[in-house]
């Protein structure tokens, strides 16, 4: 027993330091550290705990075990430390706002950018937006292809990690920097602070189950100074550190097939019923995995039952030789899953695994109706949490409120430097922006970012609302993309205002359940629908429906006039004409994702569905795959 004793401590001291030396160097400062005895001990008593009264920890091995108590320790203590930070600076919110822009603007003073707006001189906001133009991703392209052809010190004073691509979510996907300021504040200012108001919402989740984390390794190119290109997100290789704490094993991520890839998620998942959270960037994601686990549980169960990988799965030997040496026969596990699959599909997940806790995805924006369409079905009975509002420019907020319906997001004032287009003024030459101290609660703004990796005054195109303040801080709901609008006439239907007439038509229509969805102005169709007043062509995917009535497809249009006073005018008018709803087969959006993916060279770790179409080829697509 001394022996074993004397194993933990080479495991857990170790590791106690070395996960709390990076935090401190993450932090850059060296505030007061947790006392070492107390934190091995906790290590000790855990391993201890996990061994006498047999928790929840199958298939664990003790290292393993104690990485993950340390982990939940060191980011908890820094979680409750950034959360006191993050407090202090809603007090204060002009004062650190001003430091934030200012900080930004001294690092890169000597770029050839900083030199050409004369940043050393700036002293205050207000010179800032006197001398500095609000800008566009144009604005900043051809600097970034000098970049990334190898010139230095242009915009940033650093050289790039990675040439991070954007979403494309609203038109072509942009190319934009990324470093290690834009990393570290991510997760001290986002993680840890998530993560704090996570255990404190749901103390389960600081247990010592494991995470089905549903990502994806991404294929990244090199530019010509060999700088990466590809998404700035989380993947297998920056999580490389933590990848025990999940049930995915490492070499499943060696396997280039996305199919594949979550296949091998579901099976390593469905071996363990003790998963206590399922995790991915977006709910999106999440979804598809279901999708795929209805349509392949026979295959994987049967593959737990003989304890084999199925040969289906195109694996290099290697892979497949380490894969299959974590697996053994289970029979009794087999037994339990086909019969929980056997029940049905709806709330499939608790069942499954009896102690999930928690779903941990954003479902806000266009993640709306498959977080809606999770809790529904097969996540039914499992709390949801989303927890950042983040993009490719960096952190922009965090949800404090795990446990409310209402996805709300208080912005980090030490993040980014942040201005405020009223929507009113969004198509004006020189519109005139707000600070956070000025905005006004249920008013619609355009975000306009100064971040940590060149971009300054910044339209990133989300429009949302502020619906409180915490202190001084405003509290936003994302709306919607100012690319994602439909206007054939200028009547600006937005993302968020469709999406609730579609809803209201759907529940209108007996047994249908809305799976995905998205439209086209009927000019980038030209000639392929014929002659007629410019409309809307909508795609819809439905369960429990196989075909539309035309008074079913009329209620949709009479929705949105209900919900757009502007649409209903123009319809009265006949200035737009009818809406054309288009009914198409089942599994055709998951294949337009595939597609939008190869086009756009786009991570699934990052993808989201456009819902307007402004690519030809797409809506063409999805015409050829109309059933009704």
């Known amino acids: 027993m001394l022996q074993m004793s004397s194993s933990w401590f080479r495991v857990a001291l170790p590791l106690c330091f070395a996960v709390l030396s990076v935090a401190l160097t993450i932090s850059g400062k060296t505030p007061a550290m947790p006392p070492p005895l107390p934190a091995v001990i906790g290590v000790c008593s855990v391993a201890g705990m996990a061994l006498i009264l047999k928790i929840k920890v199958e298939n664990r091995t003790l290292s393993s075990l104690l990485s993950q108590h340390v982990a939940v320790k060191v980011v908890g203590w820094l979680g409750r430390r950034q959360r006191r930070k993050l407090e202090a600076d809603t007090l204060k919110v002009k004062e650190i706002q001003q430091e934030t822009l200012l900080k930004r603007l001294r690092k890169n003073a000597d770029t050839y950018y900083g030199r050409q707006y004369d940043f050393s001189s700036i002293k205050d906001i207000k010179e800032f937006q006197a001398c500095h133009p609000i800008t566009t991703y144009t604005h900043y392209q051809d600097l970034i292809n000098r970049i990334a052809a190898g010139e230095e010190k242009l915009i940033i004073a650093e050289k790039p990690l990675i040439l991070a691509m954007t979403s494309g979510t609203s038109g072509s996907s942009a190319m934009l920097l990324s470093t290690k300021d834009t990393n570290t504040e991510f997760f001290l200012q986002g993680v840890t602070v998530c993560l704090d108001a996570m255990q404190k919402a749901f103390p389960e989740t600081k247990s010592l189950q494991r995470t089905t984390k549903f990502f994806y390794a991404p294929t990244f190119r090199q530019s010509e100074a060999r700088i990466p290109i590809g998404p700035n997100s989380s993947t297998p290789a920056s999580s490389r550190h933590i990848l025990n704490l999940y049930t995915t094993p490492a070499p499943a991520f060696e396997?280039?097939?996305?199919?594949?890839?979550?296949?091998?998620?579901?099976?390593?998942?469905?071996?363990?019923?003790?998963?206590?959270?399922?995790?991915?960037?977006?709910?999106?994601?999440?979804?598809?995995?279901?999708?795929?686990?209805?349509?392949?549980?026979?295959?994987?169960?049967?593959?737990?039952?003989?304890?084999?990988?199925?040969?289906?799965?195109?694996?290099?030997?290697?892979?497949?030789?380490?894969?299959?040496?974590?697996?053994?026969?289970?029979?009794?596990?087999?037994a339990q899953l086909r019969a929980h699959f056997q029940d049905g599909f709806r709330g499939i997940a608790k069942r499954l695994w009896p102690h999930l806790n928690l779903v941990l995805a954003v479902d806000s924006g266009s993640n709306q109706i498959y977080g809606e369409m999770l809790r529904e079905s097969y996540c039914k009975g499992v709390p949801f949490y989303s927890p950042f509002y983040a993009a490719?420019?960096?952190?922009?907020?965090?949800?404090?409120?795990?446990?409310?319906?209402?996805?709300?997001?208080?912005?980090?004032?030490?993040?980014?430097?942040?201005?405020?287009?009223?929507?009113?003024?969004?198509?004006?030459?020189?519109?005139?922006?707000?600070?956070?101290?000025?905005?006004?609660?249920?008013?619609n703004y355009e975000l306009l970012v100064t971040n940590a990796s060149g971009l300054y005054r910044y339209r990133i195109g989300d429009i949302v609302k502020v619906v409180g303040f915490h202190n001084q801080c405003p509290i936003v709901e994302f709306q919607y993309r100012r690319g994602q609008m439909l206007n054939v006439r200028g009547e600006k239907v937005s993302e968020a205002l469709f999406l609730s007439a579609l809803k209201k038509a759907v529940a209108q229509w007996p047994g249908a359940q809305l799976v995905d969805y998205c439209c086209?102005?009927?000019?980038?169709?030209?000639?392929?629908?014929?002659?007629?007043?410019?409309?809307?062509?909508?795609?819809?995917?439905?369960?429990?429906?196989?075909r539309l009535t035309e008074e079913q497809r009329h209620k949709l249009d009479i929705s949105l006039q209900q919900d757009s006073a502007v649409y209903k005018s123009f319809r009265i008018k006949g200035s737009i004409g009818p809406m054309r709803v288009q009914l198409v087969a089942e599994g055709a959006f998951n294949k337009l994702r595939k597609q939008m993916m190869a086009y756009s060279s786009t991570s699934p770790n990052t993808f989201k569905m456009q819902r307007v179409l402004r690519r030809k080829e797409y809506a063409e697509f999805l015409l050829g795959k109309t059933i009704s």
């Open 392 to 443: 490719t420019e960096g952190l922009i907020g965090v949800n404090l409120w795990p446990q409310e319906s209402e996805r709300r997001y208080l912005l980090c004032p030490r993040s980014m430097f942040c201005e405020f287009l009223p929507e009113s003024s969004l198509d004006e030459e020189a519109p005139h922006t707000l600070l956070m101290e000025e905005v006004k609660e249920g008013e």
């Open 255 to 334: 396997v280039p097939s996305e199919k594949d890839t979550l296949y091998l998620h579901l099976l390593f998942a469905l071996k363990d019923p003790n998963v206590g959270t399922l995790e991915s960037n977006f709910a999106s994601t999440v979804f598809y995995a279901f999708s795929a686990l209805q349509e392949r549980w026979q295959e994987l169960v049967e593959d737990i039952e003989r304890g084999n990988i199925s040969t289906a799965l195109s694996l290099e030997p290697k892979v497949r030789a380490k894969l299959e040496a974590l697996m053994k026969p289970d029979p009794q596990r087999a």
């Open 520 to 546: 086209a102005e009927s000019g980038i169709l030209g000639d392929t629908i014929g002659g007629s007043d410019p409309h809307y062509q909508v795609f819809l995917e439905l369960k429990g429906v196989r």
